[in-house]
């Protein structure tokens, strides 16, 4: 479980940059202060990472995964040389919001498998001054990196080195300010040209078909209304990164319609896994037709049933619409408008 090999890596913000500057490597010594920290990151990798992801496969052809190639190659002989073009493809993408960075390779064997972490800590541009412009020194990293030491991103990948492994990943990001589990976007999506295991589309379809059913099993009209809301208001969540339990908790549903709409998941697991949202998919699987009229009355119901649900006459020449609907009552309520 020992890391046996361990590279790090200087690596400018590049992006956009008219001269990009050059990246710099070297070996970091098994031992020392930088080398136990690393270890320490390097043993609780499989507990810490816990963002399940995957490499984006070519749709077309049999072309390969840029970053997934260079990942290969250093894992088939780990080495500065091998692991540099995986440092000048972050550079590639590295902003100056994201700032200079170290870059980490730490690899070792577990068992006929390979395990490889890739860690990036923020770097203090202010004491580049001292750095040698054509080669990175170990006493340079050690400088750079106890500074930042509790701030970091990593992914980590464990699998027999074939040309048909790598593909799946765990990561964690430690240098996200704010309450949000979100990886950023540069790092997973850009660099390592990958994507959450599961994806935007089928997440968001998972759940919203969950919603939908739960709403049809149900006899109870506050769970209908409830998820009926939730469905509206989903798509002010568009592009956020979450799990269908932290979808269920910020539209703040109930005890019951939690459970109703958890039933319906296909598989529990799901209830737990990370997800881009996307709105529009969300509206695809789980559309509502409302329709508000002048004299304050608001009609709902799913879109497929809404000319089930509600009769209507054609509209008048000023475009009076009278709706009716038929059904027996088995909910009512008065409610205090807060003002």
Partial sequence: MTIENLQTFLVYPNKGVAEPRLISGTDVPLEGEVFTLLSEIYLKSERECSIDIAFNQPTEGVGLNPCRALLLDYARAPSVATGLPLATRLAAYSTKRSGLGLLFLATGVVGAQRK????????????????????????????????????????????????????????????????????????????????????????????AVAMRNAAKATDNLDIKKEITAAATL???????????????????????????????MRHQGLLNEQFRFSAEEFNRQLPYKSVELHSGAILTAAATEFDQVFAHTEPTADGQVTYTATGRVISEKLEKVQR
Avoid: P
């Fill in 116 to 207: 490889i972490v890739i860690a990036r800590f923020a770097a203090n541009s202010g004491i580049l001054a001292d750095e040698n412009r054509e080669a990175l020194s170990v006493e340079f990293v050690e400088r750079v990196f106890l500074r930042s030491v509790g701030s970091y991103k990593a992914v980590l990948y464990q699998d027999t080195v074939t040309d048909h492994g790598f593909w799946m990943a765990k990561a964690v990001d430690r240098q996200i300010n704010s309450s949000e589990t979100e990886v950023s976007r540069y790092w997973i999506a850009d660099f390592l040209d990958s994507d959450f295991k599961t994806t935007s589309a089928t997440g968001t379809r998972v759940l």
């Fill in 234 to 264: 989903g798509a002010g969540l568009n592009d956020q990164v979450m799990t269908a339990n932290e979808f269920i908790a910020r539209l703040g549903l109930s005890q019951r319609s939690r459970e109703a709409i958890t039933a319906q």
